[in-house]
Each structure stands twice: as structure tokens, then as C-alpha cells.
């Protein structure tokens, strides 16, 4: 997100839908103090990984956290994650500014099409 304007209204519903989730928001407040990896995280939340792992692609997607794996020292890969730095402001204006650019379901539809036309 810039800091000059608010987010677009695509990525606002994206971090909003996101973070509209009891699960999620407790991945986030768990990650707020600092990073870590699946397996302990999923232990901590009380949570299995297949649906832990779930809601990180959401929050991934969202922009909210950011994922790297990483080998132990015995050589075990391990998927990490940390919060990405992120500042959403919500009033009236910006909430009016981001739904003015909202996208469409045309211009959606459509969003494929121009891709492939290059």
C-alpha cells in the first residue's frame, strides 16, 4: 500500500476478507511476536497444519504475511513465516476512495483476455 492514498478496493476486500476470520487473526497476532515455523506454530494455535497452512495462503495472498523456507541444521526444509509490514487506515473517505476503484466483474472476466492479447 502506498502511503501517499489509501489501498485500492480490490487489495482493501482482500486484506479485509482475510483478516474477517478468528483463525487468521490469531495467526497474526501470534506472528506479531516474530516469526516462526508451520509445525510450531500449528502447536501453539492448537491447529492442525493442513488447515493452518490454509488460512497462511490466505493471509499470503492478502499480502499480510510473508513465507520462506529454510533448511535446519540437520537438514530439514522448514517453512517459515513473519508479518509483512502493513497499515490500513479505515474512514468513510478511504472507504469510499477504495470502492471507487473496485474492479468489476467485467472488467474480471475480461482481465485474462488482455493477457493473452499480448
Same mark, same amino acid.
Given at each position: 500500500?502506498? *502511503?501517499?492514498?489509501?489501498?485500492?478496493?480490490?487489495?482493501?476486500?482482500?486484506?479485509?476478507?482475510?483478516? *474477517?476470520?478468528?483463525?487468521?487473526?490469531?495467526?497474526?497476532?501470534?506472528?506479531? *511476536? *516474530?516469526?516462526?515455523?508451520?509445525?510450531?506454530?500449528?502447536?501453539?494455535?492448537?491447529?492442525?497444519?493442513?488447515?493452518?497452512?490454509?488460512?497462511?495462503?490466505?493471509?499470503?495472498?492478502?499480502?499480510?504475511?510473508?513465507?520462506?523456507?529454510?533448511?535446519?541444521?540437520?537438514?530439514?526444509?522448514?517453512?517459515?513465516?513473519?508479518?509483512?509490514?502493513?497499515?490500513?487506515?479505515?474512514?468513510?473517505?478511504?472507504?469510499?476512495?477504495?470502492?471507487?476503484?473496485?474492479?468489476?466483474?467485467?472488467?474480471?472476466?475480461?482481465?485474462?483476455?488482455?493477457?493473452?492479447?499480448?
Amino acid at each position: 500500500m502506498d *502511503g501517499a492514498q489509501g489501498p485500492g478496493g480490490d487489495e482493501l476486500l482482500k486484506v479485509l476478507a482475510a483478516l *474477517g476470520n478468528p483463525h487468521r487473526m490469531r495467526i497474526v497476532a501470534a506472528l506479531a *511476536g *516474530g516469526r516462526n515455523y508451520v509445525s510450531r506454530l500449528a502447536r501453539e494455535l492448537g491447529m492442525g497444519r493442513p488447515l493452518l497452512h490454509m488460512h497462511l495462503q490466505r493471509l499470503e495472498g492478502a499480502g499480510l504475511v510473508v513465507g520462506s523456507l529454510e533448511l535446519s541444521e540437520g537438514g530439514k526444509a522448514m517453512k517459515y513465516f513473519e508479518l509483512a509490514p502493513f497499515a490500513y487506515t479505515l474512514t468513510p473517505s478511504t472507504v469510499a476512495e477504495a470502492a471507487a476503484t473496485l474492479t468489476t466483474r467485467q472488467e474480471q472476466e475480461k482481465e485474462p483476455m488482455k493477457e493473452n492479447v499480448t
